[in-house]
């Protein structure tokens, strides 16, 4: 079974007392739980970070992946690219007044820079 967690830097005190009931259960196999967080927003007091380290020393498998921000990807360079060919991707126009910036707008984030456009 795969789980999907987003933001669990908002997740309650209950909750993250459950996912570390549920990793750290001898008893638990065939689970894999993926977990997103924003990290500018968790810092190492953080109560998840707090759970995750409990976690980690009561033998649960823990794996950090860091994902790059869209503009360092590969939609990020056919961002630039569809940018730099297409003249009318440069203007802004009033209904769409961030078509002309939208790295500096989204700072970095795709679903944001989907929802503003």
Known sequence: MALFFD??????????????????????????????????????????VRRLDKIGAAGGILEDVILAPWAETIWGICW??????????????????????PRSVANGRSYFLRAIS
């Open 7 to 48: 933001d669990l830097q908002w997740l309650d005190e209950a909750t993250l007392e459950f996912l570390e009931d549920l990793l750290t259960r001898p008893k638990t196999r065939y689970l894999l739980l993926i977990g997103a967080d924003r990290d500018n927003e968790v810092d190492p007091g953080h109560p998840l």
């Open 80 to 101: 630039r690219i569809a940018f730099t060919a297409i003249p009318a991707m440069r203007r802004s126009s009033p209904r769409y007044p961030h078509a002309n910036e």
